[in-house]
Every structure is written in structure tokens, then in C-alpha cells.
């Protein structure tokens, strides 16, 4: 069955600095979505893509956060400046039209 | 120090039980709901869904039953198996929007 796949699984990075988390979707998928998930707490949304464009995004996703499709497959998650609070599992989703969104494994970040 | 994280609620079965797992969704304008299932490190992963034109929607081994009247969302297993064993999530969608709200959660522990 196919999958969304994330990579990397655990990202270390220092305060301050870039991070990308990449993602690729199911292949026919055409809706991308973030959501992270602080430990312990509930799956938050981020953003939502389609046709090469943010349709919805929340107030988490700030000016610090920003998405891209580079190519036809991947989908990433850049945040410019990292801060401690940005610590969280990311998880990467697709879908096809109106179906269910399927979740890849996540990467988790870990802000030092 | 004071606790951040959210205090899951928590069942446990035997194996060979019923399960039954509830949720209290938030908007009334809510027309798509779903439950995923989260194992440890992993990504949430589709079980089921229903729209809001309905009150009941049965899969393999699971049922949802939805309640519009007190916006209440209910998950069944039947014969609850340890690997049922994780962390179930209902999620609401308006159909007007992208976002996924998600519940805070029920760990699911089946005892053997």
C-alpha cells in the first residue's frame, strides 16, 4: 500500500537555526498538509497546500514557517528560525479529493 | 514543576472484549469525522470515517456511531486485540475548510 514518507525521522538542530523536514506524498495525492504534535498533547494543524498554494493555515504557522512543492514530489516544511517551543513530532499528510488524509511517520524535531 | 502535557484519558480491556471509545467534538458546523489510531513513534493512521449524513458507519471489527444532537462521536471494537493496543483519535472537519481539529485522545491498553 502506498505511503507518505518523512525524512529525516529525528532532527536535531540549534536554536536559531533553519530546518527543513521533507515529505513525500502518496503519488496521485493532491491536497499536502502539516500538522505537529508537542509531546503529550493533541495533532495540531499547521497548513494546508493545493494546487501549488497555501489553501488554510493556522495561527501557529507564522511568518517563521513556510511550505514549498519543489518538484512533483516532495513537499517540505521550512522554519527560518528555530525556536525551543518549535520541540515537536511533525507530520506530514496527503489526499486524494474527498477522501480520508493518510499520515506519514512524522520527524521528530528537537530544538537544543 | 507544573504539568504541560495534556492527562490522556485511559481504558483498558481484556482481549476478547468490546471496546467502546468516546469523543465530544466541538462544532456543530462539523460534517466529516474520522478516528485514527496512533501507535508509539508512529503516525496516526486511518481506521474509519463519517459524514454527517449518517449515524452509523461499520468497517472490519469497528463501528462509529455519531451523535449530532450532543455532538458526540463514539468508536467500537469488537474483540479488542492487543494489537487494537494504542491511542485513538477522533478528528472533525468542516466541509467548507481544510483543517483536521483533533481530540485530545483515549489510550487504548488491552490486557491479554
Known amino acids: 500500500e502506498p505511503e507518505v514518507t518523512q525524512t529525516p525521522s529525528h532532527q536535531v538542530t540549534q536554536m536559531g537555526q533553519e530546518v527543513i523536514l521533507r515529505c513525500v506524498p502518496i503519488s496521485n495525492h493532491l491536497y499536502f498538509y502539516w500538522y505537529r504534535q508537542i509531546l503529550g498533547q493533541k495533532v495540531e494543524f499547521l497548513v494546508s497546500?493545493?494546487?501549488?498554494?497555501?489553501?488554510?493555515k493556522s495561527e501557529i504557522f507564522d511568518d517563521q514557517f513556510s511550505v514549498e512543492r519543489p518538484d512533483g514530489s516532495n513537499f517540505t516544511l521550512k522554519i527560518r528560525s528555530t525556536k525551543l517551543e518549535d520541540s515537536a513530532m511533525y507530520f506530514c499528510?496527503?489526499?486524494?479529493?474527498?477522501?480520508?488524509?493518510?499520515f506519514g511517520d512524522g520527524t521528530r524535531l528537537s530544538i537544543l | 514543576g507544573e504539568s504541560v502535557g495534556l492527562h490522556l484519558p485511559t481504558l483498558s480491556v481484556q482481549e476478547g472484549d468490546n471496546s467502546i471509545i468516546n469523543c465530544a467534538y466541538s462544532n456543530s458546523a462539523s460534517d466529516y469525522f474520522i478516528w485514527y489510531k496512533q501507535e508509539s513513534g508512529k503516525g496516526p493512521q486511518f481506521i474509519i470515517d463519517?459524514?454527517?449524513?449518517?449515524d452509523k458507519r461499520q468497517g472490519q471489527r469497528v463501528t462509529v456511531l455519531l451523535n449530532k444532537t450532543v455532538k458526540h462521536l463514539s468508536l467500537q471494537i469488537a474483540a479488542t486485540q492487543p494489537g487494537d493496543s494504542a491511542v485513538y483519535f477522533c478528528?472533525?472537519?468542516?466541509?467548507?475548510?481544510?483543517?483536521?481539529?483533533f481530540g485530545t485522545g483515549t489510550s487504548l491498553t488491552v490486557i491479554p
Open positions: 497546500f493545493y494546487n501549488n498554494e497555501i489553501s488554510e
Open positions: 463519517i459524514r454527517s449524513n449518517m
Open positions: 499528510a496527503s489526499k486524494r479529493g474527498n477522501q480520508p488524509q493518510h
Open positions: 478528528a472533525e472537519n468542516l466541509n467548507t475548510g481544510n483543517q483536521f481539529y
